[in-house]
């Protein structure tokens, strides 16, 4: 099951990817080409081959992998702040 995505959560990935868009987006494709490789080749395959802008393809990606990642990263740390 995934992790619940709160407003707080939301609103940080946005103020972060809004900063400076084309910069966050190229920094996210190293980011994640270290943290799951195969995830970013899946993401830039699919990004090439549909007709919408793969750049838009690739930033909502990683946007939604930040979203989950944070989010995952914030319940466990409640869950080791309640043991």
């Known amino acids: 099951m995934l ?15 809004l900063c ?12 994640i080409k270290d943290e799951n490789p195969e995830l970013n080749s899946a993401i830039i ?8 802008d793969p750049k838009a393809v690739a930033t909502g990606a990683y946007m939604a992998y930040r979203l989950i990642e944070n989010a995952a990263k914030n319940q466990e740390e409640i869950i080791d702040f309640e043991e």
Not at 45 to 52: G, M, V, Y
């Open 45 to 52: 395959e699919i990004a090439n081959k549909t007709e919408l």
């Open 20 to 31: 400076d868009l084309n910069q966050w987006r190229k920094g996210m494709i190293h980011y």
């Open 3 to 17: 992790p619940e995505i709160d407003v707080e959560n939301y609103n940080k990935i946005i103020d972060e990817m």
